[in-house]
């Protein structure tokens, strides 16, 4: 029988924020759980930054110089395979809940008039969304006004996460949707579930935001005194430069971890609900970002510049079919553009021959690669 997929996108997390990878003081107890019944990919790296190249590189499993997406609002080739294609012909029905940050090709629109031509925001082909949260985050919105809450504007209301009880974050509001959904599931599935957190803006939800408050911050690298001028003009924009104020900075970094706690608490739902589903055993799992966060690093936040914090991100791959690799700590190099093959082969769907990456199979069997 086909496996259950789910693959998971946690946007903009840094590769080293994982208990499991050593960090100081970030915990992440469910994900730490996972990498022992999987593969962690510790040296695993996006194609690019921001949010639509580097996704446009994880979906098709091709490089940006290939797929030629090279900021928010490119519009991805139609021509491309992807892995919600791929997954079609694996005979699921591929569902997406959260976002995918594609842009429409505007050779397959007729109307001039199309909201999707004004919006990289758009759904990969293929995909069924069941929930959008695109940056308007609407159903998540409307379920705070059901709350009571006089909601405004989407990117208020996540700044202003820390306000309100953990139990009403966006992070809540996706997981109890795809467990719902999950619910009414009675075959082999696929399920894209594409958090925005620990994206900005910097406030971690309810309890969370002061999950970390006091405690001994590891120092952001510092700003190289010899750098090239594109990293002069990034610390004098206001957009991307971090703060100088040593409490600013733990402050901006516990909240980054903050988020991630929160995250890898609802991800330790879905793994339970899998659990009580009997559908552990028969579920892959990929986790991965598409692109990391400077989070103070060389004086900048968010995805800034060409730094190794910008691209290292979360790697892990839990294949149930191959025990033989569980707990093993991948440290090649490995890429996001080798998560569509790897999805490709767990769905017995040849690897599309645009790929530049490579299945990761061999690496979750605990071989070494050959070639």
Known sequence: MQPNILFITLDQFRGDSLSCAGHPVVLTPNLDALATEGVRLSRHYAQAAPCAPGRAALYTGTYQMNNRVVANGTPLDHRFDNVARAAIRGGYHPVVFGYTDVGADPRQITDPDDPRLSTYEG????????????????????WLRELG?????????????????????????????????????????????????????YSAA????TMYEGADMPPPLPVPEDRHLL??????HTAVAAPTDPAAIDHLRSQ????????????????????DRGEWDNTVIVVTADHGEQLCDQGLVQKAGF?????????IVREPRLPEGHGTVVNDFTENVDIMPT???????????????LPLTPLMRGERPHG
């Open 123 to 142: 759904v990969l082909p293929g995909f069924d969304e069941v929930l959008n949260l695109d940056e308007r985050h609407a159903p998540w919105m409307e």
């Open 149 to 201: 809450y006089e909601a405004a504007e989407a990117d208020v209301m996540l700044a202003t996460e820390h306000e309100r009880p953990a139990e009403h974050s966006v992070t809540t509001f996706l997981t109890d949707r795809f467990l719902e959904w999950l619910d009414t599931q009675d075959g082999p599935w696929f399920a894209h579930t594409s958090f925005i957190r620990p994206h900005p803006p």
């Open 206 to 209: 309810g309890h969370y935001s």
């Open 231 to 236: 990293h002069d003009a990034l610390l004098s």
């Open 256 to 275: 980054y971890w903050g988020m991630i706690s929160e995250v890898d608490h609802h991800l330790g739902r879905i793994w339970q609900a899998l659990r």
């Open 307 to 315: 730094f190794e914090s910008s691209y290292h991100i979360i790697g």
């Open 343 to 357: 999805v490709c082969e767990a769905m017995s769907v040849p690897v599309p021959l645009q790929c530049d990456g």
